[in-house]
C-alpha cells in the first residue's frame, strides 16, 4: 500500500491528527492502523476529563503553575505554556466535531477538580469521558472520504534506511512506513507513506497491575527505540492511586481522581483516614505522592488494599457523575453510599516516550509522535491529572500543522522491499509466550514498581536480559504472531525504564528509589 499521511493508533492524539490533515488535504490518502477496532485505545478508557482554563477566578498562570508543582521541576515551562493556553480552541473544536460535555443549569461547562489542581477546571462527560471523546472523533473519521481504517492490523517495524539497500552508513534516518501484519491471515504488508505518525498510547501491560487496555504494550516506544529515535524519561511511570481492588480483572478498573475532588476520603483498613499525614493537600496531592503514600500503608500494615470512602456524598450527585463507576462497584456488589470502595495502586501512565520537538517532530525525518507513546515535555517527572488528552490534542494538532508544511517535498518513490521471512516456521508452543510476558509482569511489578532500589533495578536488568535472548531466539526461528511481537515490545520499553532507572541520581516526581536522596522542586 501506498499513502500520503500512516497514523498508527485511534485514540485522540491519532484521530486528532486524521481530522486535522484530512480536511486539509482532501485529495490525499490517509490510512490508519490499528491492532484491533476503533475503541482499542487508551483514550478509550479515560475518566476524568481534559483540564481547560474556564472559570474567571482560575487562569492560564494558575494551571501553569499546578503543572511544573506536579512535574516537580522537569517540566519544560515554554511547552507547559504553549499547551495550556491551547485549551480553550481545543475544547471549541472538540464540541464542533460532536463531543458532549457536561454542563451545569446555567448551561455552563461543569468542571471538576483533580489531585494537584488549584482550582475546578476539568471539563468531563460522566465518568466515560474518553469513551464520548472516541465516539465523536470516530463519527467525524468517517465522514472524510479520503480516509481508509485498517483495523486488526499489527504494526512490526517502521521502515528506515537499514532495510534499504545501498545506503551510506551515515545516512540521516528517515521513516518510508512500516511493516504490519494481518492478524486475521497472518500476512505481513508493506505501507509506504510520505510521513509516519506514531499514536500507539502507553506501556501499562508490562506491569502485573494497570488500568490500560490490552492493547497497551508499549508497541510504539519499542519501535522507535529500534530505529534509533531519541528516547527520554522512561522512569517516570505514573501509577494512578485508586485502581478498584479486584484481583480477578485485567486490566483493573479505574476510580477516578474526580471521586476524591468530589470529596472522597482515603482510610486504612481499619477506617483511619491516612492521606493528611503525608502531604498537607491530602487527598488531593499529586498523583505520586497519593499511590507512594497508599503504598506505605500497605507495606507497614502488609495489607493488599485501602479503602476509598464516598458513603458521605450526596448519592444524587454522585449517581450523575460518575454512574459508570457506581455501577460497576455494584456489579461487584459494593454499594458506594454504605460501604467502601476496596482500592490499590495500578500502573496508568508513562511520562516519558519517543522524544519530539514542539511540532511533534521525532529525532527520524518524517517521523511524527503524539498521546502517550511521546515525551513532549509537558508532564516532567510526573503528569497533573487530565492535562494528558489535552497534551495528545495539541500535538496532534501541531504535528499535522507541520506535516502540512512539509508533505508536498517529500519524495515518495523510494524502492522498499518486502518483509524477509525465510527460514522461520509456524509457532508450536505458544506457552513459551505466555510464560515469559507473566514473568516479565511479575519483574516488572516486584522491582521497578512506585518504590525501587538499586538492587532491585540490577536483578530486574538480569532477568530481562534472560527473557530478551530467549524471545530473541524465538523472533528468529519462529513464524511472527502478534503476541510474540508484543512480549518483544514489552521487554524492550521494560528494559529501556530500568537503565534509565539507574541512571536517574535523585527522586524527583514519580521516580522514588529508597537508596537516593529526595530532590526538592519551588516553583518561583
Not at 28 to 45: A, F, Q
Request: glycine share 8%; hydrophobic share 35%.
Amino acid at each position: 500500500m501506498t499513502v500520503d499521511f500512516l497514523v498508527i493508533g485511534s485514540g485522540i492524539a491519532g484521530l486528532t491528527y486524521v481530522i486535522k490533515v484530512a480536511e486539509k488535504f482532501p485529495d490525499k490518502k490517509v490510512l490508519v492502523v490499528n491492532k484491533g477496532g476503533y475503541e482499542d485505545s487508551n483514550t478509550s478508557l479515560a475518566q476524568g476529563g481534559v483540564a481547560i482554563v474556564q472559570q474567571k477566578n482560575d487562569s492560564f498562570e494558575k494551571h501553569v503553575e499546578d503543572t511544573l508543582i506536579a512535574g516537580d521541576g522537569l517540566c519544560n515551562e515554554e511547552i507547559v505554556r504553549m499547551v495550556i493556553k491551547e485549551g480553550p480552541r481545543c475544547l471549541n473544536d472538540l464540541v464542533n466535531w460532536g463531543v458532549h460535555f457536561d454542563k451545569d443549569h446555567k448551561g455552563d461547562f461543569d468542571l471538576g477538580k483533580e489531585g494537584g489542581h488549584s482550582k475546578h477546571r476539568v471539563v468531563h462527560y460522566k465518568d466515560i469521558t474518553g469513551a464520548e471523546i472516541s465516539r465523536a472523533l470516530v463519527a467525524k473519521m468517517n465522514q472524510l472520504k479520503n480516509v481508509e481504517f485498517l483495523g486488526n492490523h499489527f504494526v512490526i517495524d517502521l521502515i528506515t534506511e537499514h532495510h534499504l539497500k545501498d545506503q551510506p552508513s551515515d545516512a540521516t534516518t528517515t521513516c518510508y512506513g512500516v511493516y504490519a501484519l494481518n492478524e486475521e491471515d497472518g500476512n505481513i504488508i508493506t505501507i509506504k507513506s510520505k510521513i509516519t505518525v506514531l499514536a500507539t498510547g502507553g506501556i501499562g501491560q508490562i506491569y502485573k497491575h494497570t488500568t490500560n487496555p490490552r492493547v497497551a504494550t508499549g508497541d510504539g516506544i519499542a519501535m522507535a527505540y529500534r530505529a534509533k529515535a531519541k528516547i527520554l524519561d522512561l522512569e517516570f511511570i505514573q501509577f494512578h492511586p485508586t485502581a478498584l481492588y479486584n484481583p480477578q480483572e485485567t486490566p483493573s478498573f479505574l476510580i477516578s481522581e474526580a471521586v476524591r475532588g468530589a470529596g472522597g476520603i482515603l482510610r486504612t483498613q481499619d477506617g483511619k483516614s491516612f492521606a493528611e499525614s503525608y502531604d498537607p493537600r491530602g487527598n488531593l496531592a499529586p498523583r505520586d505522592i497519593v499511590a507512594r503514600a497508599i503504598d506505605t500503608e500497605l507495606k507497614k500494615r502488609g495489607e493488599k488494599f485501602v479503602y476509598l470512602d464516598c458513603t458521605h456524598i450526596d448519592q444524587n450527585a454522585f449517581a450523575q457523575h460518575f454512574p459508570n463507576i457506581r455501577n460497576k462497584c455494584l456489579e461487584i456488589g459494593i454499594d458506594i453510599h454504605t460501604q467502601f470502595i476496596p482500592v490499590a495502586p495500578a500502573a496508568h501512565y508513562v511520562c516519558g516516550g519517543i522524544a519530539v520537538d514542539r511540532n511533534g517532530q521525532t529525532s527520524i525525518n518524517n517521523l511524527f509522535a503524539c498521546g502517550e507513546c511521546s515525551r513532549t515535555g509537558l508532564h516532567g517527572a510526573n503528569r497533573l491529572a487530565s492535562n494528558s488528552l489535552l497534551e495528545a490534542f495539541v500535538f496532534a494538532e501541531k504535528a499535522a500543522q507541520r506535516s502540512t508544511e512539509l508533505i508536498n517535498g517529500i519524495n515518495g518513490n523510494i524502492y522498499i522491499p518486502d518483509w524477509d521471512s525465510k527460514g522461520t516456521t509456524r509457532q508450536e508452543e505458544h506457552v513459551l509466550i505466555t510464560h515469559n510476558r507473566d514473568e516479565l509482569n511479575e519483574i516488572m511489578q516486584n522491582y521497578v514498581g512506585i518504590v525501587r532500589s538499586n538492587e532491585r533495578l540490577v536483578r530486574a536488568l538480569n532477568r530481562l536480559k534472560i527473557l530478551y535472548l530467549e524471545t530473541e531466539n524465538l523472533y528468529k526461528k519462529e513464524k511472527i504472531s502478534p503476541q510474540l511481537c508484543e512480549l518483544r515490545n514489552m521487554i524492550a520499553v521494560a528494559y529501556l525504564i530500568v537503565t534509565f532507572s539507574q541512571n536517574r541520581t535523585e527522586n524527583c516526581g514519580g521516580y522514588f528509589n529508597i537508596d537516593l536522596e529526595e530532590r526538592f522542586f519551588s516553583p518561583t
